[in-house]
């Protein structure tokens, strides 16, 4: 990505659950693309702006780093990569443009149906399975608990009959997942959805008057879907 581009470039998912819902606001707002599965960039026909199509987890970072000038990510792994970044003395300021009507989900901790469970203290010295060890952290401190994190990647919900932890901190949206696994939500930590979000430093005047002319009509597709 060429940093003095005067195209403005948004990094959205490339396949997930944000993918469909970020690519259908984006033409709502009358933005025309071709995309073609494999590529990861996607010119505009009629706008002088790029799309970047990339995990999730790399979208947040891309903007603090001002790679891209904006970003649609998850509040979720928006503030996981920052409290990281955070720790890790990089750059972890963005501007949050809109908060959007999709990628509703929460992040939980859940434990075995068979465990007693009175509240968070009973977490004390136990082992949770997560993939937002700085958001599980950061409420465990506020709440006074010392637990330790394994952290995977994946498959989450099976650690603890796994036997590598004994509770699990996930997101969750309708609770299936945990059901299946015999696990039960106990306490909700954070509570997401997608974001618009655009890199610290100011833009040039081309770029911003893009963003300009998209941020009203964003409010005007939500409104419509109210
Ligand atoms: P990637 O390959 O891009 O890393 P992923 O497997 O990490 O994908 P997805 O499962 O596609 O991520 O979820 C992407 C984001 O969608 C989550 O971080 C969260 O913000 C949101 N999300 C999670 N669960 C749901 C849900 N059930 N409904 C809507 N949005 C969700
Ligand atoms: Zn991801």
């Given at each position: 990505v060429d940093k003095n581009s005067q195209r403005l470039t948004i990094a959205i998912q490339k396949s997930g659950r944000l993918s469909k819902e970020s690519i259908a606001l984006l033409q709502a707002c009358g933005f025309k693309f071709s995309l073609h599965?494999?590529?990861l960039l996607a010119h505009s026909s009629n706008q002088p702006v790029d799309l970047l199509r990339v995990r999730d987890d790399d979208i947040p970072g891309l903007v603090m780093d001002g790679v891209v000038d904006l970003g649609l990510v998850g509040e979720n792994v928006l503030e996981e990569v920052r409290l990281e970044r955070q720790a890790l003395n990089l750059a972890c300021s963005v501007q949050r443009l809109r908060a959007l009507d999709f990628g509703q989900c929460r992040l939980s901790i859940a434990v075995p149906k068979e465990e007693g469970y009175?509240?968070?203290?009973?977490?004390?010295?136990k082992r949770i399975a997560t993939t937002y060890p700085y958001l599980l952290q950061n409420y465990l401190k506020q709440q006074g608990v010392n637990a330790s994190n394994a952290i995977?990647?994946?498959?989450?919900?099976?650690a603890p009959r796994a036997g590598l932890a004994d509770a699990v901190c996930d997101l969750v949206s309708t609770g299936a997942t945990l059901e299946a696994n015999g696990l039960v939500e106990k306490e909700v930590i954070f509570r997401s959805q997608a974001q618009l979000i655009q890199r610290p430093e100011p833009l040039s005047a081309a770029k911003q008057a893009i963003i300009d002319q998209l941020l009203p009509r964003i409010d005007g597709v939500q409104m419509a879907r109210e």
């Open positions: 599965e494999a590529r009175r509240g968070v203290q009973d977490l004390e010295g995977l990647t994946g498959s989450v919900e099976v």
